[in-house]
């Protein structure tokens, strides 16, 4: 009996002591599934950088198989941990804010067989060809693991990751100054209720300056289209523009019937 028990606390240690071993060549967070970023609120998108300088390729899970992450082809990746909300719902759509291509996994971890099992796997389903995953009838509080890589395993990336729970998701664009108008240049993403610094249009033809926007006070020929019209206004100028009549004025844009012949 106690050899067996010390044979038992002899695993137990040599276990401990690799995993402790493994966990110091793992330096960075999210760089493996059991060192996963915890996303802790669902209704807040995460921003994650994917920089292959500083994260490696997954050792304790195989390649999922999409997106250019293949088994003998794989791409550096990140991990975050989301719980399952009460519903059993979980929306998945990170939007495209800073360009490149993205590929998402999700899976469940299986305490007996030890094992990450793949739920979902995506690429281009979202909008902006952005990874768009939804699963539904999952149990409420467990955990599930998002595995995010770029397509190109040598490029750096960043995405706000947007995890949420609905049965109809809407679509949000960024609004990065704040005056109520999301970015038009940018494709939008689905979320199930309103975010901080996001709206559900794209009206905004300058998101970096809040007062510019549809509607806004347009200030005339300052090469700043306020308004987003299209183009800058331009000031109009009363006076004679028949440049043949002695008060002829070359900066009229709007002639007043003033003209005088010479």
């Known amino acids: ?37 915890v996303i802790s609120d669902l209704n807040q998108c995460l921003e994650i950088t994917i920089d292959p300088a500083v994260i490696t390729v997954s050792a304790s899970v195989e390649a999922p198989g999409c997106a250019g992450n293949t088994v003998g082809s794989e791409n550096p990746d990140l991990w975050l941990l989301v719980t399952v909300p009460s519903d059993g719902h979980l929306f998945i759509s990170p939007p495209n804010l800073y360009g490149g291509d993205f590929g998402l996994a999700v899976y469940r971890y299986d305490t007996g067989s030890m094992m990450y099992n793949l739920l979902a796997c995506d690429d281009d389903t979202g909008p902006g060809l952005m990874p768009l995953v939804e699963l539904t009838g999952l149990i409420p509080g467990e955990i599930l693991y998002l595995r995010y890589w770029m397509y190109n395993s040598s490029a750096t990336g960043t995405l706000l990751s947007c995890a949420s729970s609905c049965n109809t ?82 900066q009229a844009t709007n002639d007043d019937g003033s003209c005088e012949a010479i």
């Open 1 to 37: 009996m106690k050899k067996v028990l010390f044979s038992n606390l002899f695993l137990l240690l040599f276990i401990s002591i690799s995993d402790l071993l493994y966990a110091q060549e793992v330096s960075v967070i999210g760089d493996e599934p059991w060192n996963a970023i």
């Open 169 to 250: 998701a809407s679509l949000y664009f960024s609004d990065n100054d704040n005056d109520s108008y999301g970015n038009a240049t940018q494709s939008g993403f689905f979320l199930c209720q309103s975010s901080v610094g996001y709206v559900a249009n794209a009206m905004d033809c300058n998101d970096q300056d809040s007062f510019v926007f549809p509607g806004a006070s347009e200030i005339c020929d300052n090469g700043i289209d306020e308004d987003c019209s299209g183009t800058d206004s331009t000031c109009i100028v009363l006076g004679c523009t028949d440049s043949t009549a002695f008060n002829y004025n070359p």
